[in-house]
């Protein structure tokens, strides 16, 4: 059975779909609260975006070169910190491991909280890009992190790397 509509419907259910696209667009609400805030289904604020080819949050990044660009702007910040500061050679002005020590972790602690920073603001706005980024940001700190402490001698504590033993049939 077919439903009729007068053209007036129609148009209210046009004015919903640019209402909810420009709800989800420029403010920080999901499918979810846009669709509750009209009165209507998620599902169908969905296919409508579905429909649109994916309707993208205004300040989010597009294109891999946006991306990069934010990922560029974080690393800039995180340059203010100043790096551990390696000796001359001269006993006299070498740092002590515990002077190093803590200017890694200070260092560490800044990349850290751009990453918090990045994740917190993508859980806010449910901006899958955004939670990306700060992902692939976070396991390159963790890794860039690790490799510093072992240059500086300030592994985990174990005195020799780990060995693999590999047994073949």
Request: hydrophobic share 35%.
């Amino acid at each position: 059975m077919t439903e009729h509509t007068t053209p007036g419907a129609e148009r209210d259910w046009i004015t919903l779909r640019a209402e909810a696209k420009r709800l989800y667009e420029t403010t920080g609400a999901s499918f979810l609260s846009v669709a509750s805030q009209l009165g209507i289904n998620e599902r169908t604020v969905k296919k409508w975006s579905s429909q649109d080819d994916g309707w993208r949050k205004e300040n989010a990044p597009t294109s891999t070169a946006d991306r990069v660009r934010v990922m560029a702007e974080i690393a800039s910040e995180l340059e203010r910190t100043p790096a551990p500061i390696v000796g001359t050679g001269d006993p006299a002005t070498e740092p002590t491991r515990e002077e190093i020590e803590e200017k890694l972790l200070l260092r560490h602690r800044a990349q850290w909280a751009a990453v918090s920073n990045l994740a917190s603001t993508a859980i806010r706005g449910r901006d899958e890009q955004s939670a990306r980024l700060a992902y692939a940001l976070s396991r390159t700190f963790a890794t860039a992190q690790r490799s510093e402490r072992i240059a500086y001698g300030l592994g985990t504590g174990e005195t020799s790397p780990a060995t693999v033993v590999l047994e073949r049939e």
